[in-house]
């Protein structure tokens, strides 16, 4: 199993690889620009070659990136779905110039519409990106989401609908979230649960086009439909969750990201992201 982190690019995108190293892991995941503002600081050559200097002396792998959060692709608001196009464009365009293999983005939410024209505008917004953005080393994942308010993607039906809509395998996938798939009502801690999300998987989504993993506990109960994550073992999920992932013949194999809460442990003293990285590898 490879596994790591979302880390902080403070001080550069450069400086995050050295964060990513020290906490040990095995990929990576950026913000390539401030999360919370639609504008972005261009990014240099300078900036572009002390990452993937940086990223070539490490012995990291799998780089991605989490698009911001204000982006809604599912609006009916056309001047807010059009912001979200623009800056989604830029942020792939930035992942493909730092040669990331992905960049995850939340679908959406329909606010005052209906579930199937918020769909239809994910449809609309992802294929009118990937014909602005030459293909390159990035693929955009589709998140499922725990199904919070009117968010789009917590049901693999409807992520099923946006990769059929869009017809490009290639350069569009799904990123799962094992806290957004619980929240949403997956029981992944449970073997028969895990089981059954599995089929769900396989029967609706092409293969291979699940290509990265968001590894976070629960603090919110199965079905709660709330987003919020947890460290590892500590949570709703448990660890028998993500015991039963990684004995997934086809998950096991993907990339998995943290997205847990830095900071450090009281009791030991041991950053966060150690206690949660070594947790997951003793249950491989």
């Given amino acids: 199993m490879i596994v790591g982190s979302h880390v902080s690019a403070a001080g550069g995108l450069?400086?995050?690889?050295?964060?990513?190293?020290?906490?040990?892991?095995?990929?990576?995941?950026?913000?390539?620009?401030?999360?919370?503002?639609?504008?972005?600081?261009?990014?240099?050559?300078?900036?572009?070659?002390?990452?993937?200097?940086?990223?070539?002396?490490?012995?990291?792998?799998?780089?991605?990136?989490?698009?911001?959060?204000?982006?809604?692709?599912?609006?009916?608001?056309?001047?807010?779905?059009?912001?979200?196009?623009?800056?989604?464009?830029?942020?792939?365009?930035?992942?493909?110039?730092?040669?990331?293999?992905?960049?995850?983005?939340?679908?959406?939410?329909?606010?005052?519409?209906?579930?199937?024209?918020?769909?239809?505008?994910?449809?609309?917004?992802?294929?009118?990106?990937?014909?602005?953005?030459?293909?390159?080393?990035?693929?955009?994942?589709?998140?499922n989401t725990a199904g919070q308010g009117t968010c789009l993607g917590h049901r693999f039906d409807q992520l099923a609908f946006m990769l059929d809509g869009v017809g490009d395998d290639q350069r569009v996938g799904i990123c799962l979230d094992t806290c957004h798939a619980f929240a949403a009502g997956y029981e992944i801690n449970t073997a028969d649960g895990f089981a059954a999300m599995s089929a769900e998987i396989q029967d609706l989504l092409p293969a291979g086009s699940i290509t990265a993993l968001h590894l976070n506990d629960s603090k919110k109960p199965l079905g709660s439909r709330v987003d919020r994550h947890e460290h590892i073992g500590r949570g709703e999920i448990g660890l028998d969750g993500f015991r039963y992932l990684f004995q997934d013949p086809v998950l096991s194999e993907l990339p998995g990201y943290l997205e847990t809460e830095k900071g450090t442990d009281e009791e030991s003293g041991e950053d966060w992201d150690v206690i949660n990285l070594r947790t997951l590898r003793e249950l491989v």
């Fill in 14 to 143: 450069f400086k995050a690889v050295e964060r990513a190293v020290n906490v040990g892991c095995d990929c990576i995941q950026v913000f390539t620009k401030n999360n919370n503002q639609w504008k972005a600081k261009p990014l240099t050559d300078q900036d572009v070659q002390k990452w993937k200097d940086a990223f070539a002396e490490s012995n990291l792998s799998d780089p991605i990136a989490h698009a911001s959060y204000l982006i809604n692709l599912a609006s009916p608001k056309d001047d807010l779905f059009q912001k979200s196009i623009d800056a989604l464009v830029i942020e792939l365009e930035r992942a493909n110039r730092l040669e990331l293999v992905g960049l995850v983005v939340h679908p959406g939410a329909f606010t005052d519409s209906s579930e199937q024209a918020g769909l239809n505008r994910i449809v609309d917004a992802v294929a009118e990106v990937l014909a602005r953005v030459e293909p390159g080393s990035c693929r955009l994942l589709l998140e």
